[in-house]
């Protein structure tokens, strides 16, 4: 969540009882970082890590401020209530699930929440058995990121930039947009089915607190949610293991309810709702952390924006013609949104960019930019030999 730089200037401070002047500080950054300093302690500022110490006729100093400060080295020297770490089973799982399930797990729920974005395309993305709740999908259409139109549901342009994020990135996306709509959704759509929709909202509390302290505190009152609660949960997710299970008995109301939400998004894994333990799955233990969620997981589980070597699928030649060396559904589906597919393997499809795939691109919102982009990304190291990636007429005819 912070920079290295920031992290660096914390520890350092941690230890140092009395306030370190900013003289002090600068001697530990290069020269030629000073924009990369500035910005670390503009962040930790804004974030009230550190206060700023003036005296009289002296340089301007720093402190980490309290409770942070002592909160922290509890933290680090094992002190304090454990629980905040998460408490792990003490009984074994007679339905244990592996790290390998697990990722399976959260592949399944992810790509359905975002296979039903692209789901325009008429490819079938969903895995039998799974079934996306009715609040979620109201959700993704409160947050724009698709339209209903009749019975069909169209990805916006806000969708498809938020298809080309990173996972992590999507995640808190789509937890930030619960907040955004906490009150409409409430307010006009309340009923039994989509009510575990709502115990999501607060997660933003780390960026509402900083903006609207008041508006968020109403939410929550409404909600009958702790935003404490909320905003702990979340975090002690980003510090516990994966594959290893915890147990539920020291978690609030708040924080159970919150568990069958991040179920529905493949964040945590439950056998049922009324298990006494649950599992965090990789989407969870990588919540508050710069990792890629989706870099390290087995094959096939990634978003769009990458096949599952890391490496581009895309070839595209001076004619047009499209070839894509991927076998994901939804990979498949984002293509399809402005190119005309023609035929189909098993491990590759071929079609080709028209003047309509691109105007129906165009009509639901994405841009030429975006689609320029996500060639760009996706392109196949073949491609990446040629300077410019991605042929000129191409590229002209599709702005």
């Known amino acids: 969540m912070l920079p290295h730089l920031a992290k660096s200037f914390v520890m350092a401070m941690l230890?140092?009882?009395?306030?370190?002047?900013?003289?002090?500080?600068?001697?530990?950054?290069?020269p030629d970082s000073k924009r990369e300093r500035d910005h670390a302690l503009s962040l930790l500022e804004r974030l009230h890590v550190f206060s700023t110490i003036a005296n009289p006729g002296q340089p301007r100093a720093y402190a980490l401020t309290n409770p942070f400060a002592a909160s922290l080295r509890l933290a680090l020297t094992g002190g304090g209530n454990h629980k905040?770490?998460?408490?792990?089973?003490?009984?074994?799982?007679?339905?244990?699930?592996?790290?390998?399930?697990?990722?399976?797990?959260?592949?399944r729920q992810w790509e359905s929440v975002l296979g039903y974005m692209v789901g325009s395309t008429g490819i079938d993305l969903y895995?039998?058995?799974?079934?996306?709740s009715v609040?979620?999908?109201?959700?993704?259409?409160?947050?724009?990121?698709?339209?209903?139109?009749?019975?069909r549901v169209e990805i916006t342009q806000d969708g498809f930039a938020f298809i080309l994020q990173e996972v992590n990135a999507?995640?808190?996306?789509?937890?930030?947009?619960?907040?955004?709509?906490?009150?409409?959704?409430?307010a006009n759509h309340y009923s039994p089915e989509v009510a575990s929709c709502y115990n999501l909202l607060p997660l933003v509390v780390w960026f509402c607190t900083r903006c609207s302290e008041g508006a968020a505190s109403d939410s929550f009152a409404q909600l009958n949610m702790d935003p404490v609660d909320v905003l702990s949960f979340l975090f002690m997710l980003g510090s516990l293991e994966l594959g290893q299970d915890y147990s539920k008995a020291t978690l609030t109301p708040t924080q159970i309810q919150m568990l069958d939400d991040l179920g529905d998004f493949g964040i945590v894994y439950q056998t049922d709702p009324s298990s006494p333990r649950f599992y965090p799955t990789r989407l969870a233990t990588t919540l508050t952390s710069d990792a890629g969620a989706l870099r390290s997981v087995s094959a096939g589980f990634d978003n769009a924006l990458r096949s599952s070597d890391g490496k581009g699928f895309i070839?595209?030649?001076?004619?047009?013609?499209?070839?894509?060396?991927?076998?994901?559904?939804?990979?498949i589906a984002v293509l399809q949104l402005f190119t005309r597919l023609s035929t189909r393997y098993p491990n590759m499809v071929s079609g080709k960019i028209t003047r309509e795939s691109i105007r129906r691109a165009v009509a639901?919102?994405?841009t030429s930019d975006q689609i320029v982009s996500y060639l760009n990304t996706h392109a196949h190291p073949q491609m990446r030999k040629n300077n410019p990636i991605l042929p000129p007429t191409v590229v002209d005819q599709i702005r």
């Open 15 to 30: 230890y140092i009882t009395h306030p370190l002047q900013v003289t002090d500080l600068e001697t530990w950054v290069r």
């Open 84 to 107: 905040s770490f998460g408490v792990p089973c003490d009984t074994p799982d007679p339905d244990a699930i592996t790290s390998s399930e697990l990722d399976n797990f959260a592949r």
């Open 127 to 132: 895995d039998e058995g799974i079934k996306l």
């Open 135 to 151: 609040g979620v999908k109201k959700l993704l259409q409160l947050g724009g990121l698709v339209e209903i139109k009749g019975r």
């Open 170 to 186: 999507q995640v808190w996306t789509v937890l930030v947009l619960y907040l955004e709509n906490a009150e409409t959704v409430r």
């Open 315 to 331: 070839v595209i030649e001076t004619n047009y013609r499209i070839y894509a060396y991927t076998s994901s559904k939804l990979q």
């Open 364 to 366: 639901i919102g994405i």
